[in-house]
């Protein structure tokens, strides 16, 4: 079955960076876009990234230029690097990916950003 298992949240300072990963089973990684949200305590699951072409991702403008989607097929893994952190990052972050007219979540990593 479709498994994307999110990886690599924790607490880190302000101006920091991490990098997340989502790791994808049960399905041809090659073939799908997977994208990331986020959701902040309190607030609706908000996008983050998201490619928009087979060379191109469209970020939210709350993190662009600070995060940055790659990918390893071999790996069948998407990374989130994140850096200059704020507080307002903190949140659960979640991969996702459409396949055959359904949408498939991981159970998400939680970031936190202390200021």
């Known amino acids: 079955q479709v498994q994307l298992v999110e990886s690599g949240g924790d607490l880190v300072q302000a101006g920091g960076s991490l990098r997340l990963s989502c790791a994808a089973s049960?399905?041809?990684?090659?073939?799908?876009?997977i994208r990331w949200y986020r959701q902040a305590p309190g607030k609706q699951r908000e996008w983050v990234a998201r490619p928009s072409s087979v060379m191109n991702t469209t970020y939210a403008d709350s993190v662009k230029g600070r995060f940055t989607i790659s990918r390893d097929n071999a790996k069948n893994t998407v990374y989130l690097q994140m850096s200059s952190l704020k507080p307002e990052d903190t949140g659960v972050y979640f991969c996702?990916?459409?396949?055959?007219?359904?949408?498939?979540w991981g159970q998400g990593t939680q970031v936190t950003v202390s200021s």
């Open positions: 996702t990916t459409d396949i055959s007219g359904r949408t498939y």
């Open positions: 049960g399905f041809t990684f090659s073939s799908y876009a």
